[in-house]
């Protein structure tokens, strides 16, 4: 049945950034729910003791070289997959452009974007040397699709993400190695709400009327990893609950904001507009 090709009873996957309750954890909980053996990588001692004690944990950090040979070394065979969600906009990352400092940039494409390379390198040397195939997916995000002002750098890194996981797809497929990303829209994380204070504000611009949660997120992770996307490489899966098909000449109410005759706001509104 198809549906068994969800499936990775036997498959080793590794997770980045799998402590926190956010992305990370979920996409952990939804892959060892399909029978995977999680490899559960965090730099947080306390992150990963909070996660279950089936999965192989390794406390590493995963913007050096050591730390990320630690986490490939440290995965029980044979190796599956990786799904790459270290990532993130934090305040000091906000700012206008104009303003925008050196440290800012280097700060955030450091957190977003250079481990996500040498990770999936490492990750892919081994299925190569396994002669196996599998399946890289990195959380990427609707400000890599689009534009990001105010945090140039986080919107730089996450297109630069995509443009990274196309060109892995090409290089890899001749291994069997897939390589896809999910670009995340509007989601509620404990490092969300940090910042969101206002539900009601934080949903505008979502046609489905809500922002998404982790576990959107980890469903679409599942598919792209499981043998159910055996076919797909390359892609780009977004995740936003439709956001990124209202473009700015969209209203909250899906009416382009240039249209201004009441004749045909009436047709679009009804007679009662």
């Not at 299925?127 to 699709?145: K, P």
């Not at 809500?210 to 792209?224: E, K």
């Not at 780009?236 to 009441?262: K, S, Y």
């Amino acid at each position: 049945m198809i549906t068994d090709r969800l499936r990775l009873d036997g498959r080793t996957v590794i997770v980045s950034g799998a402590g926190g309750g956010g992305i990370g954890t979920s996409c952990a909980a939804a892959l060892a729910e399909a029978g995977a053996t999680i490899v559960a990588v965090d730099r947080d001692a306390q992150r990963l003791a909070d996660l279950p004690d089936t999965y192989v944990k390794v406390e590493a950090d995963i913007f050096t070289a050591e730390g990320v040979q630690s986490v490939v070394d440290a995965a029980p065979a044979p190796l599956h997959g990786l799904v790459n969600v270290v990532g993130g906009s934090l305040p000091p990352h906000w700012a206008p452009a104009l303003d925008y400092a050196r440290d800012q940039w280097d700060s955030s494409l450091d957190l977003n974007l250079h481990h996500v390379m040498f990770l999936s390198q490492a990750v892919a040397r081994k299925l190569v040397e396994q002669n196996t195939g599998g399946s890289i997916t990195t959380i990427a995000s609707t400000g890599g699709v689009v534009a990001a002002p105010f945090h140039v750098a986080y919107g730089t890194a996450k297109a630069a993400v995509l443009g990274l996981t196309r060109t892995l797809a090409l290089e890899w497929g001749q291994y069997g190695i897939r390589v896809n990303a999910v670009a995340a829209g509007s989601i509620t994380t404990p490092r969300a709400t940090k910042t969101v204070q206002d539900p009601a504000l934080s949903k505008r611009g979502v046609p489905l009327g809500r922002r998404g949660t982790p576990d959107d997120i980890a469903a679409a992770v599942l598919f792209l990893i499981s043998d159910l996307s055996a076919y797909t490489t390359g892609a780009v899966l977004p995740v936003e609950g439709g956001a990124l098909q209202r473009i700015a000449l969209f209203d909250d109410d899906n009416v382009p904001v240039h249209v201004t005759n009441p004749d045909i706001l009436g047709r679009i509104k009804g007679s009662n507009a």
